[in-house]
């Protein structure tokens, strides 16, 4: 017998995949109740759960066991019946495992979908069959599209409050691909549903023989995500230096991070920046396992031929392939704070695992994401805005675009003072 | 042409190994919170892993209700040892004798609540600035909207409503003096994904997991073991079970379920076919709808 088959679990779980999508749309278009569709016909709602909430439905005096119960936290989300924050979200079929962002999509809310959005392989965007496509689509796709997300699914839902109909699903499906022409999405798609009555998101629905291309949970289940990290590009961030002190390992000095981008192997050509010095890669190592190769998402430690000094947020790459070295950089942001952001300001700054300080050179110009218009007469970035701005870093980033790797070209900005996040930001 | 893809198992491992070693490098003074329960022992076993061939670098800290079944202390001891690392342990028994809080009474009274004020001062004394715990997202309402990196302000709070958003793999570690980080490595993983990683792994566990004879009584449907720390009422009769624990916390608050499972493939096809989430045996959790908000709000783990 050979070892794969001894470590199979009955269900063959341990050969499944892990894809995490993010859910955009309104209480309006029956989101929450799409999430509680899929996980109640996925049968992954316990009956502790359905209980729960079952009871405190009968307690509000609702008529239906309100779905939207199951998502919604927090103590003033129940009371209030909004979503205040983002909350993950977990099913499994056999095939894949799934991690649901769920995001609320009030206007005021566009900080939680970029946060939703920034680990997501797709966006699930509900349009209500009835209206049609409305500005918060315009803002849920332009926002999937910034946030590089490679997988959208439309989900065109209360399919059964217009009778079916298969012409007005092609009106709304034409709608939405003229105007996402315009955004860098990889990959749409389409599904006519009814959340509430079932159809098209577990099972396939009887009312609709017209579509033919598979139910929401078949899409998720079967879209290809093999190729969402860059395989190409060998970026390293180192995160932390292993030196252990013991006689056993005395000369061990090993590199530990979560590969960024590429394939790296034992005997590769390396150089380390920003020190610019070159080297072999001698082991890749996971715990007492030596790999022959490497590739994101993976964490391991590297060890190489050389012994030169490397620390943490310096990156190792191909010597035939490198990032930018930069220490001015033109970023979309999204902003996160109430206070504004301060033009010339100073903020704090991450970067893979680099950390540095900025300066807020020059604001280009702000980002009307209902019209997806730019701005360029107001240049006072609050919460929630989207905006094209010039950083002065006081030091060179390692970094790629962010439409080329998403972990190499993203940021994060930190108020000084307060220490909180205040921006997330798409290197371009 | 070879697939380049992790199985989802192998993510969450790699995600979580990402987050330990964050913890490490951004906070001066960090700890593991370790109960000998299964999740903080899959943290013990994925930190174990990311600082290898190199030690765990930094201590274990179990705080102990003094009604802890008296498997997991064993474990725990053995396997602290095993890890060659520091255990610290706090204690509620001590938190009471010093008049720091006050024991519940009556039939139902459990310590579960006051171990929040010993985890607390311990967290104070030693310094500690984050403490890393296995919590997951899957397990209750609202530790699904906590982030990775919780922070908590100088008096150990947590504020749902005003967290730090979370972006990419990049952890905002920076705090003021006096506050602290909660993090929580496998916030993404289920229980199924906890149970077929220590299968995956062969993770020892206690032997409070796997089916055994016990003395229970039953008391509004949950049982609970019968051995003179839990108030049984004259009506709750001692009966012998065949049970086993599917969490593990104080005795007075954690309930068994009957089960055969008596190793890890019969467990894992339990769980599978299981209507019940695992917290379902917890009594503490039934108090309130927002009975877990409130108590993380306080600083509970």
Not at chain 1, 32 to 42: A, F, K
Not at chain 1, 183 to 211: C, H, T
């Given at each position: ?338 206070q504004a952001l301060l033009a010339n300001g100073k903020y704090g ?53 962010y439409s080329r790797n998403r972990v190499t070209g993203s940021v ?17 | ?217 039953v008391r509004d449907g949950v049982i609970m073991a019968s051995n ?74």
């Amino acid at each position: 017998m050979s070892t794969q088959e001894e470590n199979a679990a009955p269900d063959g779980y341990l050969d499944m995949e892990l894809l995490r999508f993010t859910t955009a749309g309104s209480v309006d278009d029956g989101k929450s109740t799409l999430i509680g569709r899929l996980l109640y016909d996925s049968k992954s709602i316990f009956e502790d759960q359905y209980e729960a909430i079952e009871e405190s439905s009968k307690r509000k005096g609702d008529e239906h066991v309100n779905l939207a119960l199951l998502t919604d936290g927090l103590r003033a989300e129940r009371e209030q019946g909004i979503t205040i924050d983002v909350a993950y979200r977990y099913f499994a079929t056999p095939k894949r495992k799934f991690i649901i962002a769920d995001t609320p999509g009030h206007i005021q809310y566009t900080r939680n979908m970029v946060t939703g959005a920034s680990t997501a392989n797709l966006a699930l965007i509900l349009v209500d069959a009835r209206k049609g496509v409305q500005e918060q689509t315009y803002r849920h796709t332009f926002i999937a599209a910034l946030l590089g997300i490679p997988h959208v699914v439309f989900c065109i839902n209360k399919m059964d409050l217009i009778d079916y109909d298969e012409a007005a699903y092609n009106k709304i499906k034409d709608d939405i691909e003229a105007f996402s022409s315009k955004l860098d999405v990889k990959d749409i798609r389409f599904a006519p549903i009814s959340a509430l009555k079932g159809d098209n998101v577990v099972n396939e629905s009887q009312d609709m023989p017209w579509y033919k291309g598979g139910t929401l949970l078949y899409m998720l289940e079967n879209i290809h995500i093999g190729s969402d990290h860059n395989h190409i590009d060998c970026r390293f961030p180192v995160q932390y230096v292993i030196r252990p002190q013991s006689d056993q390992y005395h000369d061990f000095r090993g590199y530990a991070g979560r590969i960024a981008g590429g394939v790296f192997k034992p005997g590769d050509d390396v150089v380390v920046l920003p020190s610019g010095f070159s080297s072999k890669i001698k082991t890749i190592e996971s715990f007492e396992e030596k790999l022959e190769e490497a590739f994101a998402p993976m964490s391991v430690t590297i060890q190489l031929e050389d012994d030169i000094d490397i620390s943490r947020g310096d990156m190792i790459v191909r010597d035939n392939n490198r990032p930018h070295v930069d220490q001015d950089v033109d970023i979309m942001i999204c902003w996160m704070s109430d206070q504004a952001l301060l033009a010339n300001g100073k903020y704090g700054l991450r970067h893979t695992t680099n950390e540095a300080r900025c300066l807020v050179k020059n604001i280009h110009y702000k980002v009307d994401i209902n019209t997806l218009h730019r701005i360029e007469d107001d240049k006072n970035i609050k919460m929630n805005d989207i905006a094209r701005v010039t950083l002065r870093t006081t030091k060179p980033l390692f970094y790629d675009r962010y439409s080329r790797n998403r972990v190499t070209g993203s940021v994060i900005l930190i108020d000084e003072g307060t220490n909180e996040t205040v921006a997330a930001g798409m290197i371009i | 042409m070879k697939a380049y893809n992790l199985t989802h198992l192998k993510e969450l491992e790699a995600e979580a190994i990402f987050i330990i070693r964050e913890v490490a490098a951004q906070f001066e003074n960090p700890a593991i919170l370790f109960s000998g329960g299964k999740d903080s022992i899959t943290v013990a076993h994925i930190a174990r892993k990311a600082f290898f061939p190199g030690k765990i670098p930094f201590p274990l800290v179990h705080i102990d209700t003094g009604h802890n079944f008296p498997e997991t202390i064993e474990f725990r001891d053995k396997y602290v040892n095993e890890l060659g690392a520091q255990l610290i342990v706090g204690s509620v028994q001590t938190s009471i004798d010093e008049g720091k809080v006050v024991e519940e009474k009556g039939y139902n009274a459990s310590r579960n609540a006051l171990q929040t004020v010993t985890l607390l001062e311990t967290i104070e004394t030693n310094k500690f600035d984050a403490c890393l715990g296995g919590a997951r997202r899957d397990e209750e309402k609202a530790r699904a909207k906590e982030r990775f990196f919780s922070h908590r302000d100088e008096f150990g709070q947590w504020d749902p409503k005003n967290q730090r958003p979370e972006l990419w793999n990049l952890f905002n570690g920076k705090k003021h003096f006096g506050e602290n980080f909660r993090v929580f490595p496998i916030s993404n993983w289920t229980e199924m994904d906890v149970w077929q990683y220590i299968l995956m792994e062969g993770i020892e566990l206690p032997s409070l997991y796997f089916s055994h004879q016990r003395e229970v009584f039953v008391r509004d449907g949950v049982i609970m073991a019968s051995n003179g720390i839990v108030p049984q009422r004259e009506s709750e009769e001692t009966v012998t079970k065949t049970i086993r624990f599917r969490t593990i916390g104080d005795m007075t608050c954690t309930g068994a379920i009957e089960s055969d499972a008596g190793n890890l493939e019969h467990i894992i096809e339990e769980v599978a076919a299981s209507r019940q989430t695992e917290r379902g045996t917890r009594s503490d959790d039934k108090r309130s709808e927002a009975a877990m908000e409130d108590r993380k709000k306080q600083g509970y783990f």
